[in-house]
């Protein structure tokens, strides 16, 4: 074997590992959910993600990037944000290097600035997911008006858990949300987060007169009524909390 030969493998053998690494077979999702205390936070933080976070992500290879406020009113002011990520690798990258983009620091001061006396924010909570086996990549809408429902399947152990992604995925539960027109953006296990164990998804409409008209639609097919009535997937969810969202006028999501 000539040295010529030689390198050519070795070069090969050294670039596999991360040739592979990026082919993934499947996402991870962050939702972060911002608690505020007043509308100039909101309006604040808002801008924030506007022009110094989401530029930022897409800088560090993140192509969309979520921004949504509640539909209705509830009692505190929340802001919620969805941000893919192709590996836990560049999850960790993003977390360990976000905050040192000098692009970021110059267009997020006040936000990153904001003095203890008035903070950005009340407080923030965050969420790690894993997209589902048969929804593995984000998919992203297009950007008409349209209204987005999060939902979270609480679970009472890991095992009934995995039972309700099980339908999800080799039940066929998500081929009947497309069926009916529940369109979804992703499917995820919380494997970091609050109200373990569960998992959480996001579905979108074009209204919420047609979101309803769908989930009604969803309720009457015959295959989900013969999916539900089956012994194995009984009991599998405890609570469920729903959230609708509108995107903020920037979401690429």
Do not use: C
């Amino acid at each position: 074997m000539n040295a010529k030969h030689f390198l050519s493998i070795f070069l090969l053998i050294l670039t596999f590992p991360f040739a592979h690494a990026q082919q993934p077979d499947q996402e991870y999702y962050e939702i972060r959910t911002y608690t505020l205390s007043s509308a100039d936070q909101l309006q604040s933080l808002t801008s924030y993600f506007k022009t110094a976070a989401i530029p930022t992500f897409n800088k560090m290879g993140i192509p969309a990037v979520g921004v949504f406020n509640e539909m209705e009113k509830s009692d505190q002011l929340k802001l919620y944000v969805v941000i893919p990520y192709k590996t836990l690798e560049q999850y960790d990258a993003v977390q360990r290097h976000f905050l040192q983009e000098e692009s970021h620091q110059k267009a997020g001061k006040a936000h990153l600035e904001a003095p203890f006396t008035a903070p950005a924010y009340t407080r923030v909570e965050s969420s790690l997911l894993r997209a589902f086996s048969h929804l593995p990549f984000m998919e992203i809408p297009d950007r008409a008006e349209r209204i987005f429902e999060l939902r979270i399947y609480e679970s009472h152990s890991e095992k009934f858990s995995q039972q309700k992604i099980k339908m999800f995925n080799e039940g066929g539960e998500i081929d009947i949300f497309r069926e009916v027109g529940l369109q979804p953006v992703f499917f995820g296990e919380t494997i970091i987060g609050a109200h373990m164990p569960n998992l959480t998804y996001l579905v979108t409409a074009p209204n919420i007169e047609a979101h309803r008209e769908n989930w009604k639609k969803f309720g009457g097919h015959p295959d989900w009524k013969s999916l539900s009535s089956l012994p194995e997937y009984k009991d599998t969810v405890s609570k469920i909390h729903s959230i609708f969202l509108i995107p903020a006028e920037f979401s690429q999501i």
